[in-house]
């Protein structure tokens, strides 16, 4: 997708559909904020999530550590990068660091406004993810990484129009928290530009839940 032009100078909400835990997010989520220049960022991430991963993430890390240490004794292929996905589950997201250092230089505001409800079902069964059973048959299945394989179901979506991907009941309702929350935002800072960084899924929205909030949608790795 393009760049913002002058004719989204009046837009007032700004969609940036991410791959979470892809390797150039550093790179396009600063770019982007620089861009839009927004007085608010919402994050796609919940309070929970956050506090959750900031009191336990570091245990969790160094408890794939050891995993990966096992398996490489085994003889395993088994290197950080190869399990990037279960790193990147436990630690705090980049885009939340990123948008917090950009708030902080420009005293812009920043609201995580996904539910935790849905971060604490899953979060309550990380001793299962992070298992040296799972971690094992992630090596052996995977055959590019989750990471990569979002890039495939995003370029076929964005490029193609092709939906190869499943938009769930429980991102229905989340998205539908979420757009209820940002209204609220709008409402309360009139006249600032909102950026909502989200998983690149949400921007496909079939039931309609941001359109009152007249969204543009960014697909940022073109």
Not at 29 to 57: H, N
Not at 135 to 144: A, F, M, S
Not at 198 to 209: N, R, V
Request: charged share 30%; with cysteine.
């Amino acid at each position: 997708m393009a760049r913002i032009e002058d004719r989204f100078s009046d837009s007032r909400f700004f969609m940036l559909g991410i791959i979470h835990g892809d390797a150039r997010n550093d790179t396009v989520v600063k770019r982007w904020m620089d861009d839009v220049g927004p007085g608010v960022i919402t994050l796609e991430l919940s309070p929970y999530g956050l506090a959750f991963r900031q009191e336990k993430g570091r245990a969790y890390m160094k408890r794939i550590d050891a995993i990966c240490r096992k398996l490489q004794f085994e003889g395993y292929s088994c290197t950080p990068d190869d399990l990037r996905s279960f790193y990147s589950y436990v630690s705090v997201p980049r885009e939340f660091e990123i948008a917090r250092d950009y708030c902080a230089v420009n005293s812009a505001d920043l609201y995580l406004v996904d539910m935790g409800l849905f971060s604490y079902m899953k979060l309550k069964k990380i001793d299962e993810l992070i298992s040296e059973e799972n971690i094992r048959k992630n090596l052996i299945e995977d055959t590019g990484g989750r990471s990569n394989g979002q890039k495939v179901l995003a370029g076929l979506y964005f490029r193609s129009g092709v939906s190869a991907f499943q938009y769930t009941d429980e991102m229905a309702l989340r998205d539908r928290f979420m757009s209820r929350r940002i209204t609220v935002l709008m409402r309360r800072f009139i006249g600032k530009r909102i950026l909502h960084i989200t998983g690149w899924q949400h921007l496909k929205d079939p039931f309609d839940l941001y359109t009152p909030l007249s969204p543009v949608k960014i697909y940022p790795y073109d």
